[in-house]
């Protein structure tokens, strides 16, 4: 019996793989170090990455739930400009950069800034599951930057299951050859090829027509000259 429970536990288990919606979001403790203009900082936040579908894309939004550096000044209203980068792997690969708004309302000096939400707009180039890790956050403020950079070699935070725009079913079988259209070099038989190949025979037929009278009239030329 507990054989058998075993076995209906690994399949239970497997349902409910298969049955799982196409992404997984999972907030990853990151540990930046910034280099700010007073000296170099660092800060642990949890990040949150989310997808939501957007036309042929993904709408990316890049969420900080603790401050991550601070400034030696109070920082009015506007007055910082955050952007980051978010590291895009698995099926696919490169980065994508989110920004939002400035602070809308003012920081306390020394205290920890906490970023608003940024976003930006993923488009699939390959099929398949894509993963989202934070990457170097961007802070500008008061004509100075500070940059944050990932050391603790962070998980992503959002895998998604995502399908390039054009591409066919789920078993697509793979990129199209190099050269572009995968059909080119594929002989045609569409209604243009044929009205071409009535075209080349229809020439033949004419020149073996002309060929003929012609060797007729030299035929009853030759016969009037004999007589």
Do not use: H
């Amino acid at each position: 019996m507990s054989y058998r429970k075993g076995i209906v536990a690994v399949l239970a288990g497997s349902a409910v793989l298969v049955g799982a919606p196409g992404a997984r979001a999972e907030v990853v403790d990151v540990n930046y170090q910034c280099k700010t203009p007073i000296g170099d900082k660092s800060a642990v936040s949890p990040i949150d990455i989310k997808g939501v579908r957007s036309g042929d894309g993904y709408r990316i939004t890049m969420s900080w739930q603790k401050g991550v550096s601070s400034s030696p000044v109070e920082l009015g209203k506007g007055a910082m400009n955050p952007s980051a980068t978010v590291v895009v792997g698995g099926a696919d690969s490169g980065s994508l950069t989110v920004t939002g708004p400035a602070n809308q309302a003012a920081i306390p000096a020394d205290t920890p800034i906490k970023v608003n939400d940024l976003s930006g707009t993923y488009t699939p180039r390959k099929s398949g599951k894509v993963t989202f890790t934070a990457g170097v956050l961007t802070i500008k403020a008061l004509g100075t930057t500070t940059t944050c950079t990932p050391t603790n070699s962070p998980g992503p935070s959002l895998i998604l299951d995502v399908k390039a725009a054009g591409a066919g079913g789920p078993d697509t079988g793979g990129d199209p050859p190099a050269g572009g259209d995968p059909g080119a070099g594929l002989p045609q038989t569409g209604p243009a090829d044929s009205a071409v190949a009535l075209g080349i025979l229809g020439g033949t037929v004419l020149l073996t027509g002309a060929a003929g009278t012609l060797w007729l009239t030299r035929r009853r030329g030759t016969a009037r000259a004999g007589r």
